[in-house]
């Protein structure tokens, strides 16, 4: 069938509805919901309402995931602060956490929160976002389940961790820079596999080090070992794949190191055979513009920067240049009047969540 778009209200409602029905209380529920719709908007679509089932609604089911978050500052320091999220809803422990550096950011200069025992935050673009709102900027970075080989290695050790950073500008959107340290991540994959798509030779290696592109294989090879993505730059050094180790690397340490929290193979979620939490770790940070230069100045200068470089020659065969956040930004203008794009896998998933939960009066919305 040809994909079909669903208003971004009926998703919105029926998700804080289904959440409440699994545990999460409504003002969280809007929270996690907020995120998850606005990765969709912005075309995120790995991480956004395609989620919903299987990394948390499951996962609360398999007893990993407190559906009631507990947020806890544990060490606080005026311009600082460390939080324990207890395995709560990572999208609420984060946006929490960014409103803390915030309110830090605003009476020091800049605000920086180390958050331990997290779970899956969802689209780290977001929690940026929040910042820029406020016109500051706003970074963060999260460590994950492992799945990225070192360079020169096969063996899946350090998680896709992004690395994010957003930015205000005198445009219609803001510079939002939301990467993985790896060649790609497992929502990709999975959107892949969802649509019985093979990958792209280099994105995933064997135990051999040679490539994988069976994107289903894949998915069951990374849980179990057998694969790993390669890091942005690709497998070895001639193209700089020893880059997107390292920076794998930092996010790790920040994620973890800073809160004394997990890291590496501790995130398995699987100990003695049996599942168990993912304690993530995030950090983020607020920096104030007006502690630095006026905030209008700063817009201007860096829209001049992101109008400059899309007006630069152009390699031939090619009639545009992007700057980070102008394609989400694109997107958004495209789906703002339609919603959340499903396909036959999405629409078969939501209505199966309409059944499991008592919520029939949806159907008619996700029947294929």
């Not at 609420?92 to 009476?107: C, D, F, R, T």
């Not at 920096?287 to 390699?315: C, H, V, W, Y």
Request: hydrophobic residues 40%.
């Amino acid at each position: 069938m040809e994909q079909r778009f669903i208003p971004f209200e009926v998703i919105e409602k029926f998700m804080v509805e289904v959440m409440g029905k699994a545990g999460i209380p409504e003002d969280d529920a809007r929270i996690v919901a907020d995120v998850l719709v606005w990765a969709d908007k912005l075309g995120f679509d790995s991480h956004g309402v395609n989620r919903l089932k299987p990394i948390y609604l499951d996962r609360i089911n398999d007893g990993i995931l407190n559906p009631v978050t507990k947020f806890e500052i544990v060490k606080e320091a005026p311009a600082t602060a460390v939080v324990d999220g207890h395995n709560g809803m990572g999208h609420v422990i984060s946006y929490k956490a960014m409103q803390l550096a915030i309110e830090k950011a605003k009476k020091y200069g800049m605000g920086m929160v180390a958050v331990r025992n997290s779970t899956h935050y969802g689209f780290a673009g977001y929690y940026p976002l929040m910042a820029v709102k406020e016109d500051m900027i706003g970074i963060t970075g999260t460590n994950a389940r492992p799945s990225i080989a070192p360079t020169f290695g096969v063996e899946n050790m350090l998680g896709t961790n992004p690395m994010t950073f957003g930015m205000p500008s005198d445009e219609d959107f803001p510079f939002l820079l939301d990467c993985a340290t790896s060649i790609t991540q497992r929502g990709k994959v999975e959107v892949y596999a969802r649509q019985g798509k093979e990958m792209p030779k280099g994105w995933v290696i064997d135990e051999n080090g040679e490539s994988k592109t069976n994107s289903k294989e894949v998915l069951e090879d990374l849980i179990a070992g057998r694969a790993a993505f390669t890091p942005l730059g690709g497998v070895g050094e001639e193209t700089g794949g020893y880059k997107g180790y390292g920076y794998a690397t930092v996010v790790e340490i920040l994620s973890a190191a800073l809160q004394q929290g997990a890291y590496m193979k501790m995130l398995m979620g699987i100990k003695d055979g049996k599942k168990v939490p993912y304690p993530l770790g995030h950090f983020f940070i607020a920096i104030d513009i007006s502690s630095f230069t006026e905030p209008d100045s700063f817009k201007q200068i860096t829209g001049n920067i992101l109008r400059d470089l899309r007006a630069s020659r152009k390699m031939p065969g090619q009639n545009r240049i992007y700057t980070a956040g102008e394609k989400e930004h694109d997107t958004w203008m495209e789906r703002k009047d339609k919603g959340v794009p499903f396909n036959d896998a999405l629409f078969e998933e939501f209505s199966g969540m309409c059944k499991t939960y008592g919520l029939e009066e949806y159907l008619p919305h996700f029947e294929k």
